[in-house]
Every structure is written in C-alpha cells, then in structure tokens.
C-alpha cells in the first residue's frame, strides 16, 4: 500500500504570553516541551525552524499594532490528519496564552482562534 500523501504546515507560536489576556511575559521551557511531546504524541514529529521570526498585526479586540517574536514549526501530515493539528493549536492558545495562533497550510493561511468563552475566562483569571 502506497504511504499517503502529507501536506506541508507551518504555524508560529509567539515567544510570549499575550498582553491583553495575560502578562506579556515569555514562556518557561515548560511550555515549549509541551508543545514538542504534543507534536511528537499527534504526529511523531516536527521540524523547528532556527531562530525566530519578527512580525506585527492589529490586534482584533483593541485594534492597536502588536510587535511580536515568535518559533515557527513545521509539520508533515496527511489531509486527514489536520483536524488534529487545529485542535492541538486551539489547546495551544490556551497553554501560551494567545488570542491566535498563524498557520500555514500548503500555502493556504488561517488563524486558530482560542474559543472567546476561554480567552474571557484566562483573561478574567489574570485580572483576579
């Protein structure tokens, strides 16, 4: 049986925790292993692109320009396999704190949002 055909995906994680939702601190090297066992779990690996990638975007809730550091990761995985990718990016904005999360698609880009009641209740805990 032939091995099925993968698509190319990529998404950046910001180096830091958001602002708005939280204290705009970086992440310690717990978070970044998490994400490596969840990578190595869903999909038996990943690339990590050396260095990182500066950016910048209007912020959707408050409008204002973010200025922005972030890893960029690449990932091998069958069309079937990108549901996974989504949901493991969804638990992803939760665990760093982010609003969004970029991802690449073989060329085609979305943005994996954290669900607004969660984003509301992780701003609301580090408000308290």
Not at 16 to 44: I, K, Y
Not at 96 to 104: D, E, G, P, V
């Amino acid at each position: 049986m032939p091995a099925p055909k993968l698509v190319q995906t990529e998404f950046l994680i910001p180096i830091r925790r958001d602002s708005e939702m939280s204290d705009g601190g970086e992440h310690p090297a717990a978070a970044w292993e998490w994400l490596r066992e969840r990578l190595w779990d869903e999909f038996g690996g990943a690339t990590k692109a050396p260095g990182l990638y500066e950016g910048f975007y209007r912020d959707p809730d408050t409008g204002g320009q973010v200025d922005d550091e972030s890893r960029k990761y690449m990932v091998a995985l069958p069309k079937s396999r990108l549901k996974a990718l989504r949901h493991l990016l969804e638990d992803a904005c939760l665990f760093f704190q982010q609003k969004c999360i970029y991802l690449n698609v073989a060329g085609q880009v979305e943005f994996v949002e954290l669900h607004k009641a969660a984003r509301h209740e992780s701003k609301k805990r580090h408000s308290s």
